[in-house]
Nanobody, 124 residues
Framework: QVQLVESGGGLVQAGGSLRLSCAASGRTFSSYAMGWFRQAPGKEREFVAA????????YYADSVKGRFTISRDNAKNTVYLQMNSLKPEDTAVYYC?????????????????WGQGTQVTVSS
């Protein structure tokens, strides 16, 4: 069982930055690949970024590539999402998720555990 708690969301102006954190419980964090997803009002949940269990492999949605960076610290049981050059269309609730196994995973349906989400609002 893994429990995930996101933090770091907030209100920021377009062009600004935020760093999201996701703290995981349990001693097997390094056995899980991790992902970030987001859901805007009236829209379906979409994939943002994923990282392998070692941190050696990452994958990004085209919409955030070059602006967002996913990373993890297995000693701290935490995964991060650094978001730069934010745009109003990045406004959403951001969720972190964990999937058992080594590799990055894009499809949300394969993830085993989800956090409660943190709101990110980007004003124009």
């Amino acid at each position: 069982q893994v429990q995930l708690v996101e933090s770091g969301g907030g209100l920021v102006q377009a062009g600004g930055s935020l760093r999201l954190s996701c703290a995981a419980s349990g001693r097997t964090f390094s056995s899980y690949a991790m992902g970030w997803f987001r859901q805007a009002p009236g829209k379906e949940r979409e994939f943002v970024a994923a990282i392998s269990w070692s941190g050696g492999s990452t994958y990004y949605a085209d919409s955030v590539k070059g602006r967002f960076t996913i990373s993890r610290d297995n000693a701290k049981n935490t995964v991060y999402l650094q978001m730069n050059s934010l745009k109003p269309e990045d406004t959403a609730v951001y969720y972190c998720a964990a999937v058992s196994g080594p590799s990055t995973v894009v499809a949300g349906r394969f993830y085993d555990y989800w956090g409660q989400g943190t709101q990110v609002t980007v004003s124009s």
